[in-house]
């Protein structure tokens, strides 16, 4: 029996000679979640003008402790005149600091008499102002190629008058089931059959790691309809996913017609859940698509899709934030034995003032895909490791929003 292979080596022969895709420019409006294609340069400086960061009074600091007159008035979006002697401006935020200030005092802190008002002594010049630039200098890097269009990196961009971008082009998945099992939802369910969970699951999860899902379809158990189904999926896609049909079961094509059309390697990974991976090669028209055939199990392909589909999504993006997942160190509130497999473990993190408790749920079998809901993290427990509570357990963040 060939060994087992670690998840490392896989997924450097997953990520072997991928490119990033092409680009696109679309409108910003349009870009949320997108991954930057090429660097962003500033041509403004954030902010555009020095101004004032509270409501209150600017003043040039060495008349601080004397009364001074309020001859302007300056709310934000308005310019002001140059300070006349003996004179401050009554300024808002976001109001543009006057010529001959060089500080504000918040509103709270002046004594008030009429139009006159009296600032206390010691106010350092600087205060309360927001430099022109302080965020970002006109001709430097705003963003960098590979940054994804999240709401702050939206927001500079706006910052910026931005309108349009470059993004990557988003990777074209196609996504196969196999099984003559497997009923889609909608249908009635016969003996012995289930419904098909890994295609709404997997649908989702590429779609957050930036895929766009062009193609769903059912493979049948039998070769014919195995290498057309396959086919039909790599002239549509970059990539095309399956699910089940790799082990070495009777029922299983997918191996077969995989090699026929292109390259496969068949790998039997040192992990738990799921065991057996396949990657693969299938030319189509004018390109090739890759081939990953993760388990049929719905937790093993959960896992493999954390374990490999998004670094290949982060390969094929240029998007260095999916090639590795955050990877936390976290105290176990279990214990286990693992044998010759590492096992990745669904875990609840808990954030306490003593650190981060790794919480396991109680059933880790591969069939139970309940382990998988309330999961934020996969705990790494190394092959042939005793583990007991209160140990130190690598986990691998799957969580957020
Ligand atoms: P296989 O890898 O084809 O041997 O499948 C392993 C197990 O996963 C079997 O019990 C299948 O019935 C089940 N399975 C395969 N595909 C799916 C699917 N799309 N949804 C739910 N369960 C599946
Ligand atoms: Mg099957």
Not at 8 to 18: F, I, M, Q, R, T
Not at 360 to 379: E, H
């Amino acid at each position: 029996m060939a060994e087992l292979k670690p998840v490392e080596a896989a997924l450097s022969a997953l990520l072997e000679g991928v490119q990033p895709l092409g680009s696109e420019r679309i409108p910003c409006d349009r870009a949320a979640g997108r991954i930057l294609a090429e660097p962003v340069a500033a041509t403004l400086d954030v902010p555009p003008f020095d101004n004032s960061a509270m409501d209150g009074y600017a003043l040039h600091h060495r008349d601080a402790g004397r009364w001074l007159r309020v001859n302007q008035r300056i709310a934000a979006g308005a310019t002001g005149e140059p300070l006349a002697a003996d004179s401050c401006a009554r300024i808002f935020t976001g109001g543009a600091i006057p010529e001959g200030a060089d500080c504000v005092v918040m509103q709270e802190s002046v004594e008030v008499d009429g139009d006159w008002v009296r600032v206390p002594e010691g106010v350092p010049a600087g205060d309360n102002i927001r430099r022109r630039g302080r965020d970002v200098t006109a001709g430097s890097e705003l963003l960098p190629a590979g940054e994804p269009l999240e709401a702050a990196a939206l927001g500079h961009l706006a910052g910026q008058g931005i309108t349009e971008v470059t993004v990557r082009r988003r990777p074209r998945v196609a996504l196969l089931s196999t099984g003559d099992e497997i009923v889609d939802p909608g249908q009635p369910l016969g003996p012995g059959q289930i419904y098909n969970s890994n295609r709404p699951m997997l649908r989702r999860l590429l779609e957050r790691f930036g895929a766009e899902v062009v193609h769903l379809a059912a493979i049948p158990d039998e070769p014919e309809g195995t290498r057309r189904a396959l086919e039909d999926a790599a002239r549509r896609a970059d990539l095309v996913v399956s699910t089940g049909g790799v082990s070495v079961g009777e029922e299983d094509h997918v191996k077969a017609a995989v090699e026929a059309l292109g390259q496969l390697d068949l790998w039997r990974l040192a992990i738990r859940p799921g065991k057996p991976l396949a990657l693969g090669r299938l030319p189509a028209e004018g390109h090739e698509a890759r081939f990953v055939g993760l388990p049929g199990n719905p937790v093993s392909s959960f896992v493999g899709a954390w374990l490999f589909l998004r670094p290949l999504m982060g390969a094929l993006l240029g998007a260095p934030a999916l090639l590795e997942l955050p990877r936390l160190a976290a105290r176990a509130a279990f214990a286990t034995q693992t044998g010759p497999r590492a096992h990745y473990m669904r875990v609840r993190l808990e954030f306490g003032t003593e650190g981060i408790s790794a919480h396991a749920f109680r059933d880790q079998n591969s069939g139970v895909l309940s382990s998988c809901i309330a999961a934020d993290a996969l705990a790494v427990v190394s092959p042939e490791t005793r583990l007991e509570v209160g140990d130190r357990v690598d986990c691998l963040w799957i969580g957020g929003a």
